[in-house]
């Protein structure tokens, strides 16, 4: 939405390629205020659709599969893509906001002093946002859309102290009404933001890594693909 960029996710996005043996292609979007909503989707669309018709060129085969991941709000945008993109085989949801209406009860739980605050999530909404309309989209909001059946096999990982955690709770609620495969990671004494800071939370990395390295593999397999290739 408004901050971070390839160069902040560069070694979580090195470390996954290494790991799960697989091609990362680690984009930017343009970000608020400059570019306010909905561009971050618009971006999010328009690389998903280049990647799916560019497997070879990015080192990959015909029968690549192409997942996609993000966390925070690059794991919004991913859940975005999934309503409104054919083709992506799985996704990796890392704390994601799914809904702009903070009523859930992480958000009193959670929401001072852990990181992540209520005021830090209503400036960068502030500048992400024309109006508050907007925060309605489903774009914006992926809980608000109508269908989740057409969605690919999902992973979630959760922050246990995070203000944005009973979001992923209801969303894999979503998915599973709608017979959409789907596991939830919560890594205890997590805050959020860790999962791309691996040098100060190492103990809830090596955790969180290691489920989305399983996870990625694991939908390689059940489609009889070598790893490698995805």
């Known amino acids: 939405m408004v901050v971070c960029s390839r160069q902040t996710h560069d070694i979580m996005c090195k470390r996954i390629s290494s790991e799960a043996n697989c091609i990362i292609v680690n984009v930017e979007y343009r970000l608020a ?10 971006d999010a669309e328009c690389v998903t659709k280049w990647v799916l018709q560019h497997k070879l060129s990015l080192g990959g085969s015909k029968s690549s599969l192409v997942g996609i991941a993000g966390d925070s709000a690059g794991a919004t945008l991913a ?3 999934c309503h409104n993109i054919p083709g ?3 996704q990796v949801l890392i704390y994601p906001s799914v809904n702009k209406q903070p009523t ?3 958000y009193r739980l959670f929401g001072y ?3 992540l605050t209520l005021p830090v999530m209503a400036w960068f909404n502030d500048k992400y946002f024309s109006n508050n309309l907007e925060k309605l989209d489903p774009r914006a909001s992926p809980l ?3 269908r989740f059946d057409h969605l690919p096999p999902t992973l979630f990982i959760v922050a246990s102290h995070d ?5 992923s709770f209801e969303y894999a609620k979503k998915l599973t009404s709608a017979g959409v495969p789907n596991e939830t990671l919560v890594v205890e004494g997590a805050l959020h933001s860790f999962f791309s800071l691996p040098g100060h939370f190492k103990l809830c ?3 969180a890594y290691s489920r989305m390295t399983t996870f990625i593999k694991r939908q390689a397999k059940t489609r009889g693909i070598p790893s490698a290739s995805l």
């Open 33 to 42: 205020p400059e570019h306010k909503f909905p561009a971050g989707p618009d």
């Open 163 to 167: 203000p944005l955690r009973d979001d």
């Open 113 to 115: 002093g852990y990181v």
């Open 88 to 90: 992506i085989a799985f």
């Open 104 to 106: 859930l009860p992480s």
């Open 79 to 81: 859940a975005s893509v």
């Open 144 to 146: 608000l859309y109508e």
């Open 205 to 207: 990395c090596d955790e």
